[in-house]
């Protein structure tokens, strides 16, 4: 008895020819990718993009220096009234200031939703879409903890920032296997009546600190 | 809580269903508001964006690469997704798919699923099949949730519940959550399906999905979403169960280069998603530790089997190609009696369906072009539409009245003798049917009074369809051959 698989393969065969891996190499290379794929922008008006687009979407945004981090998440934290804060592993202690820091111990999801807030850093981010890219890595943890409390706290380098879409994919091709999440702005719907809703199931408020290690 | 789904193969044709939905006033103006709304948002985005053609060029490309070779890919897919911790499973046909869900959902004990908004598992009805077997799926998309709930229909690939406006989903809340005092603003009802869906999220041990792209070089899947219900359902249960159409294999991740872009920009006319998630298989300590993989054909290589049909398969699924056409916007997505609305769905439907059914959708168009241009593939629907319609005639039999018309002409174009032939015959027949109108001039002494050309108010049996709302001119009394060897005859103004 042929199996469902084998009928599908039979299927296509039967429906334009079967090709081979060696056809298929040789056919891919000559797609046309004739778009942008270099920035068009020096770094100092990328950081300007980024920040911009990060806070059409409503997160605040706060450029400090290295030795100043940890001063900056004690007074953000303060202001927004928070004194846990979830963690993953790999952050350096000296941003760790303001709040009880609990490291996440692969609690479960229930036990995630006891968290109002998450800090974490990124591997990039894109300044044309205003995205940030989180990875499976140290310093940015598991995919749910930055999902379930409903305030994420971000810290990245300006020298991780991208302009574009395009350069971002090739720098994330060595690390293509890992769970990866894109995340622009604070979860949203638009399905009542084409309004913009910030916050339905991610977090709904999301603010970045941008560490300038880079002379712009 | 089980609805009706549109089925291709028991709705009533577009005409007649779109007869009674253009009574619908309160539908038409959602319909309206929505895809004014996302189609002036997308025109913003796609103007700012220098290379946007580049980028369908490369995008039409890359997944008409991936249909040419879909054997190769999809073999890719399989070996890593499986090297990296997933099972594959094989549908041919939707009640196939069903079964291989409602098993792998029963292996698991649970009687409760989570689902993320996906058309792919609309299309196999499968929440219906789901509750026959005694396992209730939550929807958590906003959208899926106001239609599961109010026992509705999706009208939209990605905005399945545009045509709903605020005050409908606050009466079907109200109801359904027994939420008396519900407030009327999208905040108030988006706060509420957020509270409603929390709990399932953090319980429910199963979450099915469908999939954006396959990627073949790392078994990879590819989800994007707006509201973060689908990053609950990827990462927080044991077991995802994705239903992924054959036809969304990429062969690499750099594909997704203008992919990833040109979907956002023309889908919902945001610069990106809220959300993508992206991720190979199983990762451990993060996510599903049971991941399967439904690859589903039901109809999908006999649209790759027909050349000119083969390149609907390319789509991507962001409905720009609704939001642009003048005819879903006055109907509706429902009057299509499919998943696929619009013009993608006017011919996917048909060919998914062996041009069994929906016979009528491949005319539920003025073949204007508008799909065409916002295209993000550059599917061109108008001239895979004529194609369907072509094949609806030649389906039908040489008697059917398109083709018997057709051979007709055909035969009077053969020679001249018969077309002119066919042209006297033509002025004889309409002479009853012809009313002249006199024109309102003073008739010049020594010449013919001027008579405006007659019109043909009323024509019988097929041809009335024509003079049901406007009129026919009738046939010259002279036709340019005629005149023009009269006028040679008389040798006047040879050059």
Not at chain 1, 37 to 52: N, T, V
Not at chain 1, 147 to 167: A, G, N, S
Not at chain 2, 296 to 307: E, F, I, K, P, Q
Not at chain 2, 350 to 368: D, F, G, K, N, V
Request: aromatic letters at 6%; hydrophobic letters at 40%; a neutral charge.
């Amino acid at each position: 008895m042929s199996t469902a698989r084998d009928v599908i393969f039979q299927r296509i065969a039967k429906a334009k020819g079967a090709s081979t891996p060696e056809a298929a190499h040789i056919a891919y290379a000559t797609i046309e990718r004739n778009y942008q794929s270099a920035p068009s922008l020096d770094r100092a008006p990328i950081i300007h993009l980024l920040e911009d687009r990060l806070r059409e979407y409503d997160a605040h945004v706060y450029r400090v220096t290295e030795s100043n981090v940890g001063e900056q998440v004690k007074q953000i934290l303060a202001a927004r009234n928070i004194q846990r804060v979830l963690v993953p592993d790999g952050l350096p202690e000296s941003w760790l200031q303001g709040a009880i820091f609990e490291i996440d111990n692969q609690q479960s999801a229930l036990g995630l939703n006891d968290y109002t807030a998450v800090l974490t850093t990124a591997t990039l981010a894109i300044a044309e879409t205003g995205t940030i890219v989180l990875q499976n890595a140290p310093g940015q943890g598991r995919r749910a903890i930055t999902l379930i409390p409903d305030y994420h706290l971000c810290i990245l380098r300006t020298t991780q920032v991208v302009e574009t879409v395009v350069e971002a994919m090739r720098l994330l091709e060595p690390t293509k296997h890992l769970p990866t999440t894109f995340f622009s702005g604070p979860s949203a719907t638009a399905d009542i009546e084409m309004t913009r809703i910030k916050g339905v199931h991610g977090p709904r408020f999301v603010d970045v600190i941008l560490v300038t290690d880079e002379i712009l | 809580m089980s609805r009706v789904p549109l089925d291709p193969r028991t709705a009533p044709s577009f005409q007649t269903a779109a007869k009674v939905l253009l009574g619908d006033a309160q539908l038409r103006k959602n319909v309206r508001h929505a895809t004014d709304v996302i189609q002036n948002k997308r025109r913003r985005l796609v103007e700012e964006k220098h290379d946007w053609q580049q980028m369908r060029e490369s995008g039409r490309q890359i997944r008409a690469h991936a249909l040419q070779h879909l054997d190769i890919y999809l073999a890719e897919f399989e070996r890593n997704f499986t090297a990296a911790g997933g099972h594959i499973h094989w549908a041919r046909d939707a009640a196939e798919a069903q079964r291989i869900v409602i098993d792998l959902v029963k292996q698991t004990g649970t009687s409760e699923v989570i689902k993320i908004k996906s058309m792919t598992t609309e299309e196999i009805q499968l929440n219906n099949a789901l509750e026959a077997a005694g396992v209730h799926a939550f929807e958590t998309d906003l959208a899926e949730l106001i239609i599961q709930l109010g026992e509705d229909q999706p009208s939209h690939i990605v905005v399945p519940a545009l045509h709903k406006n605020r005050s409908q989903v606050r009466e079907i809340f109200r109801k359904k959550m027994n939420l008396p005092n519900l407030g009327e603003t999208p905040q108030d009802l988006a706060e509420a399906a957020r509270q409603f869906l929390r709990e399932k999220f953090l319980r429910v041990p199963v979450a099915i999905s469908g999939a954006n792209f396959l990627i073949a070089e790392t078994g990879g899947v590819c989800i994007v979403e707006s509201e973060g219900n689908g990053r609950m359902c990827l990462t927080l249960p044991e077991t995802l169960i994705s239903v992924v159409g054959i036809e969304k294999v990429l062969p690499s991740w750099q594909d997704l280069e203008p992919l990833i872009q040109l979907l956002p920009r023309s889908a919902t006319g945001e610069r990106m998603n809220p959300y993508n998630s992206l991720w190979t298989g199983v990762h451990p300590g993060d996510g599903p530790t049971n991941m399967h993989i439904v690859l589903l054909d039901n109809g999908r290589t006999d649209v790759l089997a027909d050349h000119e049909g083969r390149q609907t398969l390319q789509c991507i699924r962001c409905g720009a190609c609704q939001n642009a056409c003048p005819v879903y916007r006055q109907t509706g997505g429902h009057a299509y009696g499919s998943v696929y609305a619009g013009p993608i769905g006017a011919i996917l439907t048909p060919q998914l369906m062996h041009m069994e059914h929906s016979q009528s959708l491949p005319y539920a168009s003025s073949l204007c072009g508008a799909c065409y241009e916002v295209c993000p593939v550059k599917i061109n629907i108008p001239e895979v539409l004529i194609h369907l319609r072509n094949k609806v005639v030649e389906q039908n039999g040489w008697y059917a009245p398109e083709s018997l018309a057709m051979k007709a002409v055909a035969q009077a174009f053969l020679s001249e003798k018969r077309f002119r032939a066919a042209q006297r015959l033509g002025r004889i027949a309409e002479s009853p049917l012809v009313k002249k109108r006199k024109q309102n001039k003073l008739q010049v002494l020594g010449q013919e009074e001027a008579q405006t050309p007659g019109w043909i108010g009323w024509l019988p049996g097929l041809l009335g369809g024509w003079t049901d709302t406007r009129d026919l001119q009738a046939m010259p009394k002279e036709t340019f051959r005629d005149w023009w060897e009269k006028r040679n005859e008389k040798g006047s103004n040879r050059t």
